[in-house]
């Protein structure tokens, strides 16, 4: 028999800069390989109970082409048998979303929709769950992401999958988001095995934040005389630095930064010029401790 994805999720669009989206979390193992289908400019989809995979591919491949999320929810429902023990969610490029929960899918089970998101699970402990993830994806503030996290941790707070916790998964995307600036895939996250799956996952993208997301130039740090002989000491107490401690941001410090940075895996967070992230000063700081108490 095929295992029932009993989860919760949530599928949305973001009206401000149109990044699209999933959270979900079950007891099921790697969660995320199952429900959460999207593809930027073009919309999201989440297939789960008797999850017919088919339906991501599929429903992209139909939003794609411009259908709208509910033409496309139709469409694939009529060409598949097993639709009454099926839930999926969709939200378009327009923020149209829709959901389905067929009438073989195991209680508690349901839906909640608004403009730009879908809201579905099963096997939960009570409709509670999805208010309270409507409830806290409205109030959440901050990028697309931060507001799934947001619904997805109070719908775990409220009971969530009634079977318990294994996995949960958090996936944005937006057009040229990736590393590299080629792919849409802006955040990837997934907990595949873990006895608390979502709050392992806000603990990921907090590090997803750190070392992926570009500083807000307004918080740079001028590299003064005093913030460059600080770098000279630590860079060279941790091995990266051979130069004298004189207190000038010069080739040799900037590529001994640079040779650091690359190391630690800091590169997107660098910037040109005699500048640097307080992050990254902050990070330095706790790594050179961590030496010298060692």
């Not at 295992?3 to 969660?31: E, M, Y």
């Not at 411009?66 to 097993?82: H, I, R, T, W």
């Not at 080629?182 to 595949?192: A, C, S």
Request: charged share 20%; aromatic share 6%.
């Amino acid at each position: 028999m095929q295992p029932l994805v009993a989860t919760f999720s949530i599928v949305a669009r973001d009206a401000r800069n149109g990044d699209l989206g999933i959270a979900v979390a079950s007891k099921f193992l790697a969660v995320g390989a199952v429900v959460a289908w999207a593809q930027a400019e073009v919309g999201a989809v989440a297939t789960q109970a008797l999850a017919n995979l088919s339906f991501g591919p599929l429903g992209l491949q139909k939003l794609a082409q411009g259908q709208p999320a509910d033409q496309v929810l139709k469409e694939l429902l009529a060409a598949d048998e097993g639709r009454d023990e099926r839930q999926v969610g969709i939200v378009d490029a327009a923020g149209r979303a829709i959901s389905w929960t067929g009438a073989g899918c195991m209680e508690w089970a349901g839906s909640r929709t608004g403009p730009g998101w879908a809201v579905q699970g099963n096997i939960l402990s009570g409709p509670e769950v999805l208010d309270q993830m409507v409830q806290h994806f409205e109030q959440a503030e901050g990028e697309l992401a931060e507001r799934l996290l947001a619904a997805l941790s109070a719908g775990d707070a409220a009971g969530g999958d009634r079977r318990g916790r294994q996995s949960a998964a958090l996936y944005v995307v937006r057009t040229g988001g990736a590393y590299g600036g080629e792919l849409d895939r802006y955040i990837d996250l997934r907990v595949d095995d873990h006895p608390a799956p979502v709050a392992e996952l806000a603990r990921l993208l907090k590090l997803h934040r750190f070392y992926m997301t570009r500083p807000d130039p307004s918080t740079l740090l001028t590299i003064d005389a005093t913030l460059a002989r600080e770098l000279q000491t630590i860079l060279r107490d941790l091995g990266y630095y051979t130069g004298p401690l004189n207190a000038t941001y010069d080739d040799a410090t900037r590529a001994a930064l640079d040779a650091y940075s690359g190391v630690e895996n800091l590169e997107e967070r660098l910037v040109a010029g005699a500048k640097l992230d307080p992050a990254v000063l902050e990070y330095m700081r706790r790594q050179h401790a961590a030496a010298q108490s060692g």
